[in-house]
């Protein structure tokens, strides 16, 4: 079984930063992909960054300049992957899920989500 852990965050003035960590556990052979979601109240769920295993980074207009998603281990794939956001506003704020897309033992790319953190912008 795969679980998403995600951790860090929180309440934060505007103009703050915030580090949110995502890494998946449980059994699996490796790691694809892992991105992060946001959804703010009475909006749909929207991309924020994801990151492949072959380093492709993709980040959205929204975060674009102010953001950086760190990479997958290759030789962890247990290892957290990071996505600090700068210069936050309050139209950052929204409860961020993390997705893991895993390759697990049959060979077959299975996604999971993390039940999400809270991001609060605020002063």
């Known amino acids: 079984q795969v679980q998403v852990v995600e951790s860090g965050g929180g309440s934060v003035q505007p103009g703050g930063s915030l580090r949110l960590s995502c890494a998946a556990t449980?059994?699996?052979?490796?790691?694809?992909?892992m991105g992060w979601y946001r959804q703010a109240p009475g909006n749909e769920r929207e991309l924020v960054a994801y990151i492949t295993s072959g380093g492709e980074k993709v980040y959205s207009d929204s975060v674009k300049g102010r953001s950086t998603i760190s990479s997958i281990s290759s030789d962890n794939p247990r290892s957290p992957v990071l996505l600090q956001i700068n210069s936050l506003k309050p139209e950052d704020t929204a409860v961020y899920f993390c997705n893991a897309r895993v390759r697990d033992g049959n060979n077959r790319y299975v996604d999971y989500w993390g039940q999400g953190t809270q991001v609060t912008v605020s002063s």
């Open positions: 449980g059994t699996f052979y490796s790691v694809s992909a």
